[in-house]
């Protein structure tokens, strides 16, 4: 059964940087692309940053464009997201998210429903 798990957050203050991890286990030999989302409170997940199996495609939503980074490093099933220079509006509870790197997948990769697993999430919170 495959397990994603977070971890990183916490309460730093605007302009300060985050590194967080997403730590998969029990994945079967495949291409699995990930994914991070976050959702603030009230509001709906939204798309924050994605990675190929590979690691070389990367795509970013033009809100954090410029201040996150996602990479993954596979020999320890880890795929980290970067923030720097944080905004009162990047807090959130972050996710994330693998699925199968399908044809499709490079279509719908900002879309939930290309993938299979979820991990619990890690709030983040930027003070001002």
């Known amino acids: 059964q495959v397990q994603l798990a977070e971890s990183g957050g916490g309460l730093v203050q605007a302009g300060d940087s985050l590194r967080l991890s997403c730590v998969a286990s029990g994945r079967p030999f495949s291409r699995y692309a990930t994914a991070w989302f976050r959702q603030a409170p009230g509001k709906e997940r939204q798309f924050v940053s994605a990675v190929t199996w590979s690691g070389n495609t990367k795509y970013y939503a033009d809100s954090v464009k410029g201040r996150f980074t996602i990479s993954r490093d596979d020999t320890k099933n880890t795929v980290y997201l970067q923030m720097n220079l944080l905004k009162t509006e990047d807090t959130a509870v972050y996710y994330c998210?693998?699925?199968?790197?399908?044809?499709?997948?490079?279509?719908?990769?900002?879309?939930?429903?290309?993938?299979?697993?979820w991990g619990q999430g890690t709030q983040v919170t930027v003070s001002s």
């Open positions: 998210a693998d699925g199968r790197e399908t044809p499709d997948w490079y279509s719908y990769y900002r879309r939930e429903d290309p993938y299979e697993h």
